[in-house]
């Protein structure tokens, strides 16, 4: 039996006692909870300048959302963008839903998988990703349900439990296990959970809810599922795991489980709530924090290691209702991975709100959920960028997402569908005050230039932007993604790796100026095509820019 015992610990004007057992006993917990801020932190983390260190550059798009490719910048401002919503929102919204993962689908164009507010589990289609609709599949009983989880209209259930991944593969060698999807099991509704569970052909019975392991389900077609396995990773029972005296076991019930296609492994993205930490709101007084565990199969995960805490420019709010990351969808976006945060706020209602808003008794508070995009360059270290500002904002009070915004993620890897000169985001967006009945969700788009999280920016006056000394694996063709005005132009010049001299050739009086704006435009020079005699050897690439915005570059 572990010994246990116990310590005051002062944060602030707060005396907590804790107990903990004596695995803990040489931890040094004095830094929390400030010390957490580093996390997303890119300068903490890696402080050394890497604008000397040499790189080697495969054929993917190279982003400017940081200084990762960029030894030196003049005259040149970096703007990072929020998205544009599409003017039919909410896109699908035919009662309280929960849009989750979007698929493609060959015989339908593309398949929305969905929980409802039963979490029962649907499908719906779209030839074009804006309209959509819900078949009348009849693949599942709804007759074993009752009555009040059982929406009118098409039958278009094909299962029961909360969905927190989404995979297909086709080139499964076993045709039964081609579609995959991590369940969380339900504990909604009246229907006798043994009758439940053997209608979904699981075995053993009944079984626990909250306190459950989230479970391993397959399909042939992604419709009729069997059970295949728990995992190793549980939704905590009861409320969030305290720290810093209790090791964060609990998963909660916002976790999100892509592949990864450069680690190789499955990435789990877990909520849970830390603290005491007095900066954050007063309502609650531990802060939602994100963990990450990985996974060979799906089944058996490492420990969560806490990837991002609310550090103090998010702490630093007039109305200190900063609660925390409530979810993160990360994914591997050309060079680099991105992830969506739903940032978390819980501010005090006046009383005048809580009667004007119609909040409940044991909800005094405003809550208010938004989108924030954060960068990484190895998949497991992850920082803000930017000016901080909301990716996905929110409406005004009213609307019909003003209050709560979550993503709806690509099957197998997350993130966004890359169609044509666009990135399609797709979201849950919902209003969240008054009774919890009222609420309710619908799914959103919102689109983005492809690339465009962030631009280099340089006005009349001449900018430079010089990259790292790198070598390509490509052949040599170069390619930018800009935007340039009517007056303005980018140049691009090669530069040796330790003079910073234009070579032969490749000067910018060379460089055929580029005046257009094209997410994909070839550069050349006057006798030059490509690159191709420079390969193998460490260069620079000097962009010239005068009235123009860069996004990236790449060498196919």
Known sequence: MTATQTVKVEFDDQVVERRWSDANEKMDWTPFPVGYGILLNERYQFPMDMALVRAKLDTKRQLFVDNHMIAHMQGVLRETHATKDHPDNPIFNPYVLYPEYICPDPDHGWRLYYNSSSIALHVAYSRDGIEWERPDLNVFDTSVMSKDSVHPGPNNMVGWGQIHGLFFHPDESDPQRRWKLILMPSKHGRVNRHQRWQHLNMPGGDRPGAGSPYELWVSPDGYRWTFEAETSHWKGPGPDVEVPHRWPVSGSDVFRVRWDPVLQKYIGMTKHRIGPDPRVSPIFHAARVVGQIESDDMIHWSAPRIIAYPDGQDMDQPKRGMHGIYEADGYPYESMWLNNFSMTNYTPATKEQRIGMNLLPDRPYIKRNWMRVAASRDGRHWYYFGDRKPFIPLSDLGGWKSGYLRAVNLVNCGG???KDDELWFYYRGGTIDGPKHTWKYGMGLATLRRDGFASLNADEDDG????????????????VNADVSNDGQLR?????????????HFGRDDSVAITDDATRMAVRWKHRDSLAELKDRYVRLAFHLRNAKLYSFWIE
């Open 464 to 479: 430079l932007v010089i990259t790292r000394p790198f070598v390509f694996e490509g052949k040599g063709e170069l390619f």
């Open 416 to 418: 966004p569908i890359v």
């Open 492 to 504: 691009i010049a090669v530069v040796d790796e330790d003079t910073a001299e234009e070579l032969d």
